[in-house]
């Protein structure tokens, strides 16, 4: 199985900021990575697939980058509805495997 | 617009099956997977397998093989999944998810909340 690595587990942050969470695979995964965003008691939302191809009506200070093994995903000037959990999930082999979350915090 | 409708919330003593339900519409149910994943109170999100609605072909992860049971009802558009042999560490919110060109997920269903305690 392909381990999804995350970092950091949790981030604090202000209104305003830019934030960047890290997304390392165990193997190269050919850009076939996907970020979600996920608020307490719900379903995940998908923001980018693709490693950053951004989602319809998902707001353009979400961007998503990488190659390989390491992706990134940069949210520029946060606003409040975007402090939540973020995960990635590699879909280049089965099992499809996600990252362990990144909790973005209020600061 | 695509919606997954889930099963509602269930509870189980260790050792029996569950089944959840998933309902899908707003689209043509057999052109895309159903898939479903699992999260654990306060953990991450993990993928049990999927079921090819076109012809009924399911995939699984390693950790599942043998436990559990996906199939589908192309008449209702709904997909079922049953766990079976069950221990307080299937407790969790099992969500249905269907995928696009690729296997990511752009559409969940609500989620059922499964409580497997004695």
């Known amino acids: 199985d392909i381990q999804m690595t995350q970092s950091p587990s949790s981030l604090s942050a202000a209104v305003g900021d830019r934030v960047t969470i890290t997304c390392r695979a165990s193997?190269?995964?050919?850009?076939?990575l996907a970020w979600y965003q996920q608020n307490p008691g719900r379903a995940p939302k998908l923001l980018l697939s693709?490693?950053?191809r951004l989602e319809g009506g998902v707001p353009s200070r979400f961007s998503g980058s990488g190659s390989g093994t390491d992706y990134t995903l940069t949210i520029n000037s946060l606003q409040p509805e975007d402090f939540a959990t973020y995960y990635c999930?590699?879909?280049?082999?089965?099992?499809?495997?996600f990252g362990q979350g990144t909790k973005l915090e209020i600061k | 617009q695509v919606q997954l409708v889930q099963s509602g919330v269930e509870v189980r003593k260790p050792g029996a099956s569950v089944k959840v339900s998933c309902q899908a519409s707003?689209?043509?149910?057999?052109?895309?997977?159903i898939h479903w994943l699992r999260q654990a109170p306060g953990q991450g999100l993990e993928w049990l397998g999927r079921i090819k609605t076109k012809n009924g072909g399911t995939n699984f992860a390693q950790k599942f093989r043998g436990r559990v049971i996906m199939t589908r009802d192309t008449s209702n558009s709904t997909v079922f999944m049953e766990l079976s042999s069950l221990t307080s560490d299937d407790t969790a919110i099992y969500f249905c998810?269907?995928?696009?060109?690729?296997?990511?997920?752009?559409?969940w269903g609500q989620g059922a909340r499964v409580t497997v305690s004695s």
């Open positions: 998810a269907r995928d696009k060109d690729a296997e990511y997920f752009p559409y």
């Open positions: 693709a490693a950053s």
């Open positions: 999930q590699q879909y280049f082999t089965t099992p499809r495997t």
């Open positions: 707003g689209y043509t149910f057999t052109d895309y997977n």
């Open positions: 193997q190269a995964i050919s850009n076939s």
